[in-house]
Nanobody, 121 residues
């Protein structure tokens, strides 16, 4: 069993930066793909970024490419989402998800509770 806890969200002005963290319990986390998703009010959930178990491969959505990066530290059981040049349209609840079949099959078994990011104009 893996439990995920997101942190690092908050209120930031447009053009600012935030770093989200996804901290996990469970020894199997380091073998899982991890992704970040976001959901804005009244909108569908949107893929943001993913990283494979080793950190050797990353995938970034076109909407945030060049501004967001994903990384992980398996020794700390933590995945990070560095968000730069934030825009008001980045405002959303951000969720991390993990699972052994994430990147290849789009299946994420474990989900966190989310952290809110609000970008003011």
């Amino acid at each position: 069993q893996v439990q995920l806890v997101e942190s690092g969200g908050g209120l930031v002005q447009a053009g600012g930066s935030l770093r989200l963290s996804c901290s996990a319990s469970g020894r199997t986390f380091s073998s899982y793909d991890v992704a970040w998703f976001r959901q804005a009010s009244k909108k569908e959930r949107e893929f943001v970024a993913a990283i494979n178990w080793s950190g050797g491969s990353t995938y970034i959505a076109d909407s945030v490419k060049g501004r967001f990066t994903i990384s992980r530290d398996n020794a700390k059981n933590t995945v990070y989402l560095q968000m730069n040049s934030l825009k008001p349209e980045d405002t959303a609840a951000y969720y991390c998800a993990a699972g052994p079949r994430g990147i290849r099959y789009g299946e994420y078994t474990y989900w966190g509770q989310g952290t809110q990011v609000t970008v003011s104009s």
